[in-house]
T-cell receptor, first 118, second 115 residues
Framework: DAGITQSPRHKVTETGTPVTLRCHQT?????MYWYRQDPGHGLRLIHY???????DKGEVSDGYSVSRSKTEDFLLTLESATSSQTSVYFC?????????????????FGPGTRLTVL | AQSVTQPDIHITVSEGASLELRCNYS??????LFWYVQSPGQGLQLLLK??????LVQGIKGFEAEFKRSQSSFNLRKPSVHWSDAAEYFC?????????????FGQGTILTVHP
């Protein structure tokens, strides 16, 4: 499995406070993703990165920002947390196309961060 | 836009029985399809994937899936379920081109296994 860690693993915070979640990978994968998981919705893409300092929005990006200053780290920031952002957040990575002889690659997931906003 | 539907929110089977989890997708081009499994409190683990070629793909833990283009389906099967298969299962379709790697997931199917 890809070496993907997320920190913190659990966090409780109050409405209106800023929160930053960190994803760290040791696989040198080019692409990184942030998802949120909510019951009945599966996983939904928040933001993704296709290289250092190259990021783009996913389907549920409102209220979130990201940064990627180096290959191994992808940060997700909630500028002012709201109760609707209570969720489990997953980071994922995938190598660029053509790696390992494949035109496409699966994503590897981190263990998740459970965030509760009171 | 791509989408995935898993019609069954919750399925219960007896240990040793066969299993089929349904997945229907919508995608404009040849799809990249995945099944992931998530045990409680864990991350997602890849069971199998389909990119091209043989439409019946084998995965880990004795799972297989069949791609049927005419039905826009990618159903997951296992001939004999074990208690350890109890988990949540997600079907996903991947985008290509400039949206390379972006996955759209279904809502998930929770599998309960009775002894």
């Amino acid at each position: 499995d890809a070496g993907i860690t997320q920190s913190p693993r659990h966090k409780v915070t109050e409405t209106g406070t800023p929160v930053t979640l960190r994803c760290h990978q040791t696989e040198n994968h080019r692409y990184m993703y942030w998802y949120r998981q909510d019951p009945g919705h599966g996983l939904r893409l928040i933001h993704y990165s296709y290289g250092v300092k190259d990021t783009d929005k996913g389907e549920v990006s409102d209220g979130y920002s990201v940064s990627r200053s180096k290959t191994e780290d992808f940060l997700l920031t909630l500028e002012s947390a709201t109760s609707s952002q209570t969720s489990v957040y997953f980071c994922a990575t995938t190598p660029k196309p053509g790696t390992s002889g494949s035109s496409y690659n699966e994503q590897f997931f981190g263990p998740g961060t459970r965030l509760t906003v009171l | 836009a791509q989408s995935v539907t898993q019609p069954d929110i919750h399925i219960t089977v007896s240990e040793g029985a066969s299993l089929e989890l349904r997945c229907n997708y919508s995608y404009g081009a040849t799809p990249y399809l995945f099944w992931y499994v998530q045990s409680p409190g864990q991350g997602l683990q890849l069971l199998l994937k389909y990119f091209s070629g043989d439409t019946l793909v084998q995965g880990i833990k004795g799972f297989e899936a069949e791609f049927k283009r005419s039905q826009s389906s990618f159903n997951l099967r296992k001939p004999s379920v074990h208690w350890s298969d109890a988990a949540e299962y997600f079907c996903a379709v991947g985008a290509g081109g400039t949206s390379y790697g972006k996955l759209t997931f279904g809502q998930g199917t929770i599998l309960t296994v009775h002894p």
